[in-house]
DNA sequence: ACAAAAGTGTTTTCTATACACCCATGA
DNA sequence: TCATGGGTGTATAGAAAACACTTTTGT
């Protein structure tokens, strides 16, 4: 038990890097910081892990402070230690990326925090290394994706394949054939097709589809590249 | 500034996962607690996050007292933070995993630490949640593998197909086809062949290789599946 | 009728897999 | 010489990529 004595203590933050997609485009939620230091500048919504809470508690407690939102895909990015990464004392802090439904969250609380939305290649400056901790969530997003279907935790229940097309080529930082991507993405057994069309985009319109929860539950297991 | 005032700081430690390869087997490195609670119990080699170091620098650190080695692959694994984890006071762990070359490690310094090593499926009942963190580096291990070259970092600076693809196999609990396995892996422009031959395990010899360190450096940038 | 997005068909290329078979050599 | 692990050759199947083309419907 001695080696415990004189060891110093630290204070431990989460701080959340919420991934949603909108209007086209892959975005991050930044709020204005409420507290000293570095007050009113924009930030990576965040908190002090608790006494009674775990890391992964209290990035979920964040994040339905900030979004009302519960059950939140929330996926440990990174810790960042540097000593003096947070002027005032030292801090650590665990980072965590989020993805969610860019139209479930509740405006009221968004407001609240006078938080945004910013499209993923319009970031500010933001505040510590806040800026860092995107860049990483960003790579570390696209990661993920190639072996994990996570990318439908970012769309409405009901979406259409162009829609997840562009999501993919948001997130790859790439363009892909229409045609091929159709036919991949209706193969993997994750989709139902509904009945109604999205016509907003053509004349046309396209086949909404909704998660087919088994498959995409089970999916999880393997190792499946989309 | 005033939120920070009264908020709970806590302890930070390190723990490593230090993988191995020896004698055909995926190894873990172990090491007998030399302090209470659970004193001579096998447990991660671990370590305090001291006042001046990132939990980066604490794991190499900790990894140079065992080992003695320098540069050692090391990843982020996970961070532990169950509220009564450990049962003297409350410590968050950051969890590691690095891989190593198993006949670099200096002996003494092992001997040292009363430190032994335990093929990957014959892992003691180990303290606290290491047990747990073991499984989970094993599983994240397996993953990044299926992306990124890196179990050349548990391999000798010399080696042949034949053991290259032993270790493929332990990390992914499988069985390959060993021509196939000798093509795909040529192909990859990352090893480079030498004239000497080993023969300890067969009357024709295999060749050994060594890594194309340009190249291997190259791909870390890519999503290479290998 | 036209334009434009959605998505199907078709061809070609590439990669993965299976497995027969040759190679080298110590015993 | 023969048994054995190390590899190469080859044939086949399946996935990915490229792209022509049809379908639909608001204008």
Known sequence: MKEYVNQPHYLVAVDCIVFGFDDGQLKILLVKRGLEPEINKWSLMGGFVGAEETPDEAANRVLKKLTGLEGVYLELLNIYGEPDRDPIERTLSVGYFALIDIHKYE??????????????????????????????????????????????????????????????????????????????????????????????NSKKGAYYFKLNKKSYAESFNDLLSL
Do not use: C
Not at 131 to 145: G, H, Q, T, Y
Not at 181 to 198: A, H, M, P, Y
């Open 107 to 200: 405006t009221q609380l968004i407001d609240n925090y006078h938080a945004e939305w910013f499209p993923i290649n319009e970031i500010p400056k933001l505040i510590f290394d806040h800026n860092r901790m995107v860049a990483e969530a960003r790579k570390k997003l696209k990661f993920k994706a190639s072996l994990h279907p996570i990318l439908f935790e970012m769309l409405p229940k009901k979406f259409t394949i162009p829609q997840l097309q562009t999501l993919f080529e948001q997130v790859n930082d790439t363009k892909m054939d229409t045609g091929n991507f159709s036919r991949k993405v209706t193969s993997t057994g994750l989709l139902i097709r509904l009945e109604e069309k999205d016509k907003s």
